[in-house]
Nanobody, 120 residues
């Protein structure tokens, strides 16, 4: 069974940094685009950053220049380095990945979510 497990959320002061990690496990045939989304209270889930299997990245406007997405294909892990955090970055962060299981169809899988709170 394919799963995504996240780690690294927490409470940080404005201007601080955090790094989120998300690792895929299970019987995986191919791991394609991986990404991070976030959902703040009362708001819709929005894309934060995405990265293709060959390292091409895409960022949402509000995080450009402050967040960096990267991946380690050997570890089946995607990272989100967040710097200069602002209170408006407070949200539950979800990783996702386009995965083809060994015995199954390609699908979009989601992590369990990690709370990031930016507050003084």
């Amino acid at each position: 069974q394919v799963q995504l497990e996240e780690s690294g959320g927490g409470l940080v002061q404005p201007g601080g940094s955090l790094r989120l990690s998300c690792t895929a496990s299970g019987s995986i045939s191919s791991l394609n685009v991986m990404g991070w989304f976030r959902q703040a209270p009362g708001k819709q889930r929005e894309m934060v950053a995405q990265i293709s299997s060959d390292g091409v990245t895409n960022y949402a406007g509000p995080v450009k220049g402050r967040f960096t997405i990267s991946r380690d294909n050997a570890k089946k892990t995607v990272y989100l380095q967040m710097s200069d955090l602002k209170p408006e970055d407070t949200a539950v962060y979800y990783c996702n990945a386009n995965i083809r299981p060994v015995n199954g169809n390609r699908n979009l899988f989601w992590g369990q979510g990690s709370q990031v709170t930016v507050s003084s």
